[in-house]
């Protein structure tokens, strides 16, 4: 299809990866529009095809569905929102704009790494899944929240590691292990950061398939660490670092390598925000929904509300 025309609302900081995939992929930049704006009045004004939603996460379900009532298409930043009552006003309202095109950010899902663990898995070469494992050990200090108020305070962010740093994790975990049916763990806050989001979180998750999960998410270690996810399974091992290592049951072993971190944005991000970007603008002319939508993304967003709510 020709390149479409693009506005972007919430020029913040991971706008950037955003600004940089729409100029690589050569789409007509309309505008960018400020979320202290009024969006109703931007999306008149510069009519765009397609709107990239990077505000603050208790702003999204608002623009959002102002933007399909427009008929504009709708790419948005995890999470879907800041609260799951809100993010199902989105899953109805994307139901009544079947034509229109809405998808979420869980961008690691299009890591080669990713991609490559789950065609081993569901090949059923290394058998039934057992088990796995997941860690998110990074680091955030004062000056991350008080650069952008609104991350440390709940009822704008929704809440804090979890839902803002490890849900591309945890959703991960869920796409790659299979659907959790029973999930405990605690959120709570142990690093005297500002604001009321917890900085630390563990949570054990029981899959559909018989499988369990054990997950731990902090934002108090001392430097961004890879995040690590390993799945064992009946005939051999998978670990996610970086680059993804399979082990065999017979002794094989065989690497496949992560993208290198792309030019903008911090190098943790990783690499994939464009190749999602690409995907969504390639989706467009097909009739069938993108396939992370805000009802697929909500899976790992309930998660994360069960947790806020055995722990507050």
């Known amino acids: 299809m ?69 008929g504009v298409h709708v ?15 989105l899953v109805a309202a994307a139901k009544d ?3 229109v095109k809405i998808g979420v950010c869980l961008q690691n899902r299009y890591n080669p790494t990713s991609r490559a663990a789950r065609e081993i898995l569901l090949s059923g070469e290394l058998g039934r899944v057992i088990g ?22 709940r ?41 009321d989001v917890e900085d630390t979180a563990h949570l054990m998750l029981d899959h559909a398939g018989g499988a369990r999960s054990v997950f731990f ?13 390993e799945i064992v399974a009946e005939r051999g091992t998978l670990l996610l670092r970086g680059d993804l290592t399979v082990a065999y049951a ?16 911090r190098s943790y991000w990783g690499a994939s925000h464009e190749l999602l970007i690409a995907d969504f603008y390639r989706s467009l002319s097909d009739p069938e929904p993108f396939p992370i939508g805000p009802q697929e993304a909500l899976a790992a967003q309930r998660l994360i509300d069960e947790i806020y709510r055995t722990t507050s």
């Open 2 to 70: 020709t390149a479409p025309r693009v506005a972007l609302i919430g020029p913040g900081t991971v706008s950037v990866v955003h600004l940089a995939a729409i100029e690589k992929l050569g789409a007509e930049l309309a505008g960018v529009c400020d979320s202290s704006r009024d969006h109703r009045a931007f999306l008149d004004e510069v009519r765009p095809e397609v709107v990239h939603i990077c505000t603050p996460h208790d702003r999204h379900v608002q623009i959002a569905r102002d933007a399909l009532e427009r």
């Open 75 to 89: 790419l948005l930043e995890k999470p879907v929102a800041h609260t799951v009552e809100q993010a199902e006003l």
């Open 97 to 99: 704009h079947p034509s």
């Open 132 to 153: 796995a494992s997941a860690s998110v050990l990074w680091h955030r200090d004062a000056a991350y929240y008080d650069a952008r108020p609104w991350r440390s305070v």
């Open 155 to 195: 009822e704008r962010a929704g809440g804090g590691v979890l839902i803002n740093q490890a849900i591309h994790t945890l959703d991960l975990v869920q796409w790659l292990v299979g659907d959790v049916v029973a999930a405990t763990g605690h959120a709570g806050r142990y690093g005297g950061l500002p604001g």
């Open 217 to 229: 998410a902090t934002v108090t270690n001392a430097v961004d660490s890879p995040v690590t996810l």
């Open 250 to 265: 017979d002794g094989r072993t065989e690497t496949i390598a992560e993208l290198a971190p792309g030019g903008a944005g």
